[in-house]
């Protein structure tokens, strides 16, 4: 427990104890295109990584590789210091949970949980104690004689968790293991995976695409894209401080106002807009004066009543275009800048001002929120 | 709520539940019943003509077949004296009134050109009698009394018990004697039942011949077909198409075609045996004999019947998708394992109806081991062609037929007790 917590504290600084290593890993299917591109990535013990990024990217392919059903083309994958490339799957001791659940359909729920412990030649008594230890672990002890054709998704879902599970793995993978639930069982079992890593201590390796899952679960993402990371970092700052233009559009609502560099200072950048409006902001990967650049703002950073606004604030017009009522906040599109889905949220509370269509604010907001990117 | 329990009153419904009704008072099972009988009606309809079709092509000549095996008035319908003869005289030996009736019986069959066919009705069960029959009919018109001497002179076979014991047995329309003769068995004089003596008991060791080489040819058709299914299963669809159509090839090649090009590969002076006495593998002296053996009647079958044993196995093969496979080899199963314990199962339904389909057919076959058999590759279902064929002895070949029919019902009982009905799968 202690290493989870240090990784999540400290979690650039990972190296001493690494347990997991990619080491400069590349693959490819068909000799033609890579579809992992030199991938450097360290995994400590304990931690909870997510690897999130859009369909094709290679997320599954990395989590094969680590698997031992594909082979990494060239680089090395270390588990514990040793490198695992000739290391046959059932031999690397890794539990892995399956998109698709791949219960033994014609196994029942105890026997599916007996398989792993009997291929490791424990005893009846052990194996019964370990199983209910398990199906405990998932709240799933009454299902037992169950068939998986007798079950429901969310209950398959468990079961595969508690297979994955029982034969105590240091590190667990998990490939998309929610995508067939619906929202508010997804949620659930969100809470119940993050509790189990937490009670048991173990390494979680964990695929999706949907960035809530990895936000709400992770001590660090990986965010892929084209077979490379964009950025590796925890939630926050990965929300916070997006390291380019993809990572910034693809975690959370993004406002993206084009422009160009007129001066690039210590932390700061002067960026011209299309509309000639000059803006501060702050530089993240851009290197020259001059230089295009896509200026991103988070919408909940944005705004409108003057006594509100940060010290420092920049002040723009904007002009409202409609309001979307979407119960706990108000999403207010509007034209700022000649950029037309420039969106403000703000929060649904007792006597909020309803804007109108047509109606022209004045929106603020702090040079640190506007982070100038490269323009994709 | 009133009418509603009347009406359970009404149909009588003892149940604790009371029978639910529609808004205009009927009950939901006649609404219902009503609503479904149209497009029942319609239904059987459609299937009518498919329902005909098989009671004609199906049902009919297999109960012809049965009653055949059990049914043959040759003699009772052409005899008729000397069939009223045996019938008021049980076991006794014949005396001058049954020599009587022979010749007036055998005077008629004259007249009426039937001698051949009771001759050969009683040459069934005794060989070598027919041509008794044929020459006493000749002779019949010009016999005086006492007829025992005169018949006894034209040829003094006649006074033997064994041949008044098989006319006995042929005067009733109904035997079960061409079951025993099926069985290897006979009636001796007495009538007791008996094996009939060693050189001529050929049917039992067909039967057990016959079952062994089907099982031996679904083996071999399993252990071929399972890794081509696999195969096919695994490759990407349009390569597996492509493949399919290898596989369904033979299918779309006469059936003697494929017969004789084994012919031709595996004779003793064919390509095979060329090619290796050419590449010194074997001696020109001895060549291998893979032709007219039941090697041929093998190689040739198994080629034959293998797509049935292909297609099954890959329908329950292509749904069974990698990642159970790979879910095994992570929880720590070695390949081997894997395969045993989560693949093979999954494929146990398709392994059944495979092997039950080969097995089928391959007891029945009959073209193949008629042409590459030779005389150890014959099954039984050449015997019950050289009698309809070959004989005309076709209550004999029904009675083959219809233990060949029990003993496959019979294996199809066992399976559904062993391995269960449902868990066949074809597609
Ligand atoms: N067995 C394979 N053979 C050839 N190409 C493959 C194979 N598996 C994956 N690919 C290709 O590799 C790329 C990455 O696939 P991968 O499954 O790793 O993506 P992913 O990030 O897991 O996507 P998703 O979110 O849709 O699951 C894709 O372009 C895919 O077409
Ligand atoms: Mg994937």
Known sequence: MSTATAARINPEDDVKDSFVSFERVQKSYDGETLVVKDLNLTIAKGEFLTMLGPSGSGKTTCLMMLAGFETATSGEILLAGRPINSVPPHKRGIGMVFQNYALFPHMTVGENLAFPLKVRGLGKAERDAKIVRALDMVQMGRLVNRRPAQMSGGQQQRIALARALVFDPQLVLMDEPLGALDKQLREHMQFEIKRLHEELGITVVYVTHDQGEALTMSDRVAVFNDGRIQQLAPPAELYERPVNSFVAQFIGENNKLPGRIEALGQGVATVRLVTGELIDATPVNITAAGQETLVSIRPERIEFKPEMMPAGAHRIGAQVLDVIYMGDVLRVRMKVAGSEDFVMKCRNTLGQRRFKPGELVEIGWHPEDARALDPI | ?427
């Open chain 2, 1 to 427: 709520m009133a009418d509603l329990s009347a009406n359970g009153a009404i149909t009588g419904s003892n149940v604790a539940v009371t029978p639910l009704s529609t808004t205009d008072g009927r009950s939901l099972k006649t609404a219902l019943a009503a609503a479904q009988s149209r497009a029942k009606r319609r239904a059987l309809l459609l299937v009518l003509p498919l329902l005909l079709f098989i009671l004609i092509s199906f049902v009919l000549p297999i109960g012809q077949m049965l009653l055949r095996s059990v049914h043959n008035d040759a003699f009772s319908a052409n005899m008729p004296v000397l069939s009223a003869w045996f019938d008021e005289n049980p076991g006794k030996a014949p005396d001058e009134a049954a020599y009587s009736a022979l010749v007036s019986d055998l005077r008629q069959a004259r007249a009426d050109k039937t001698a051949g066919l009771i001759g050969t009705r009683v040459n069934y069960d005794l060989a070598g009698s027919r041509s008794m029959f044929t020459a006493a009919a000749r002779k019949a018109p010009e016999l005086e009394p006492p007829y025992r001497d005169a018949v006894l002179a034209i040829n003094a076979d006649w006074g033997n018990p064994a041949l008044w014991q098989a006319m006995r047995s042929a005067s009733t329309p109904y035997t079960a004697n061409f079951y025993l003769a099926a069985l290897d068995m006979t009636r001796d004089p007495q009538g007791n039942i008996v094996r009939v003596e060693e050189s001529r008991r050929i049917y039992v060791s067909h039967f057990v011949k016959t079952f062994v080489f089907s099982g031996v040819i679904t083996a071999i058709c399993l252990i071929l077909a399972y890794p081509v299914a696999h195969m096919l299963a695994t490759l990407p669809l349009g390569k597996s198409n492509l493949l399919m159509i290898l596989v369904l090839l033979p299918f779309w090649t006469s059936l003697l075609v494929r017969t004789t090009s084994w012919m031709v590969l595996l004779q003793e002076q064919g390509v095979v045996n060329n090619a290796l006495v050419a590449t010194g593998t074997v001696d020109p002296a001895n060549r291998l004999s893979m032709m007219y053996n039941q090697t041929g009647t093998v190689i040739a079958m198994v080629h034959i019947l293998l797509p049935f044993m292909i297609l099954p196995l890959y329908a329950v093969m292509r749904p069974i998708k990698p990642h159970y496979v790979r879910a095994a080899r992570s929880l720590g199963a070695s390949s081997w394992t894997a395969f045993r314990q989560v693949y093979l199962p999954q494929t146990l339904p398709g392994i059944g109806a495979g092997a039950l389909l080969v097995f089928i057919l391959a007891v029945g076959y009959y073209i193949t081991p008629a042409l590459v058999g030779g005389a150890s590759g014959q099954m039984i279902s050449n015997f019950i062609a050289y009698h309809m064929q070959s004989s005309l002895n076709w209550s004999m070949a029904a009675a083959l037929a219809a233990i060949l029919l029990a003993a496959v019902l019979l294996l199809y009982w066992l399976y559904d007790r062993l391995v269960g009905i449902d868990n066949i799968k074809l597609g």
